[in-house]
């Protein structure tokens, strides 16, 4: 078995805009969530969580999981008790 790689639209880097664009006011809210729950009376806590936050980590599985949530085969579902409303 062989795999073939086709290139996606020209000689364009890929990116991740269009996913963020979708999903944009509700990655905000996602990012006001971790910033609440980095909060610590330990120095060192919200600090390294600052890094993770300024260089954009944690943030791949939910931006999936919101532009999935839109996805026309998804049914409605109660909204996530971690997401504020």
């Known amino acids: 078995m062989t795999a073939t790689i086709h290139q996606i639209g020209g000689h364009r880097a890929p990116s991740l805009d269009p996913i963020l664009k979708l999903v944009a006011p509700e990655m905000n809210k996602v990012n006001a969530v971790i910033l609440d729950r980095m909060q610590s009376e330990i120095p060192l806590i919200p600090e390294l969580a ?14 999936l999981t919101l532009a999935c949530a839109r996805l026309p085969c998804s049914a409605p579902k109660p909204r996530p008790p971690w997401l504020p409303r």
């Open 50 to 63: 600052g890094h993770l936050i300024a260089g954009g980590g944690k943030r791949m599985r939910p931006m």
